[in-house]
T-cell receptor, first 114, second 110 residues
Framework: DAGVTQSPTHLIKTRGQQVTLRCSPK?????VSWYQQALGQGPQFIFQ???????QRGNFPDRFSGHQFPNYSSELNVNALLLGDSALYLC?????????????FGPGTRLTVT | QKEVEQNSGPLSVPEGAIASLNCTYSDRGSQSFFWYRQYSGKSPELIMF????GDKEDGRFTAQLNKASQYVSLLIRDSQPSDSATYLC??????????FGAGTRLFVKA
C-alpha cells in the first residue's frame, strides 16, 4: 500500500523566485491538504483540494496556489518567495467523503529561501 | 486565544511511567480530534483519533475527550525512550480545515 509521497525532499530558492512542490496521495485517497510547518510550530493549514477544486483555504496570501490532477495528485505553487516562506511543507491525504478527516502525511519538502 | 493550545513542555517521564499530554480547544463545534506524533526532522504520524466523549484505547495509548470542558488528552502507558517525540493535538470543526496545536515535547528517560 503506497503511502503519501512528496517531491522534492529539499529545495533552496532565492527571494522573489517561484517554487512548485508535488504530492501523490495515499492509495485509495482522493483529497489532498497542504500545510506549512515553521520550526517549533504545528502545521498551518494552507488549503485542501478535492475533485480538482480548492474547497477550503487557510489564512495564506494569494501567492500560494495549488492544483489537483485527475489522478488526485497535487501541486503547491508559491510565487514571489519571501524569507518567511522557509519552512517544512507537508502534504496530507484523506478520503473526501470521510467525515472523520483522518489525514496521513507525506515526508514533507524542506524549503529554504535565501 | 489560540484555537488549539498545548503545553510546549518539555514533559519528562521515566521509562515505564505514564505520560499525560493535554490539549484544549476553543471551537465548541469541533467534531473530530486527533493526536499525531512527530519525531525530529520527520513528518507527523497519526496515532489516535476520537470523536465521542469518553476514552478510546489503542495498545499503550488512550485518548480522552471531554467536549463540555473542551479538553482532549493522550495517555501513554509504559512509556519507552522510543516514545520521545513531539505530540501534536489537532482538531477539525466539521469543515475541511484541521487546526493543529504547537505540540508538546516528550522525553522518556531510560
Amino acid at each position: 500500500d503506497a503511502g503519501v509521497t512528496q517531491s522534492p525532499t529539499h529545495l533552496i530558492k532565492t527571494r522573489g523566485q517561484q517554487v512548485t512542490l508535488r504530492c501523490s496521495p495515499k492509495s485509495g485517497h482522493d483529497t489532498v491538504s497542504w500545510y506549512q510547518q515553521a520550526l517549533g510550530q504545528g502545521p498551518q493549514f494552507i488549503f485542501q483540494y478535492y475533485e480538482e477544486e480548492e474547497r477550503q483555504r487557510g489564512n495564506f496570501p494569494d501567492r500560494f496556489s495549488g492544483h489537483q490532477f485527475p489522478n488526485y495528485s497535487s501541486e503547491l505553487n508559491v510565487n514571489a518567495l519571501l524569507l518567511g516562506d522557509s519552512a517544512l511543507y507537508l502534504c496530507a491525504s484523506s478520503l473526501g467523503r470521510d467525515v472523520s478527516y483522518e489525514q496521513y502525511f507525506g515526508p514533507g519538502t524542506r524549503l529554504t529561501v535565501t | 486565544q489560540k484555537e488549539v493550545e498545548q503545553n510546549s513542555g518539555p514533559l519528562s517521564v521515566p521509562e515505564g511511567a505514564i505520560a499525560s499530554l493535554n490539549c484544549t480547544y476553543s471551537d465548541r463545534g469541533s467534531q473530530s480530534f486527533f493526536w499525531y506524533r512527530q519525531y525530529s526532522g520527520k513528518s507527523p504520524e497519526l496515532i489516535m483519533f476520537i470523536y465521542s466523549n469518553g476514552d478510546k484505547e489503542d495498545g499503550r495509548f488512550t485518548a480522552q475527550l471531554n467536549k463540555a470542558s473542551q479538553y482532549v488528552s493522550l495517555l501513554i502507558r509504559d512509556s519507552q525512550p522510543s516514545d520521545s517525540a513531539t505530540y501534536l493535538c489537532a482538531v477539525s470543526s466539521g469543515g475541511f480545515k484541521t487546526i493543529f496545536g504547537a505540540g508538546t515535547r516528550l522525553f522518556v528517560k531510560a
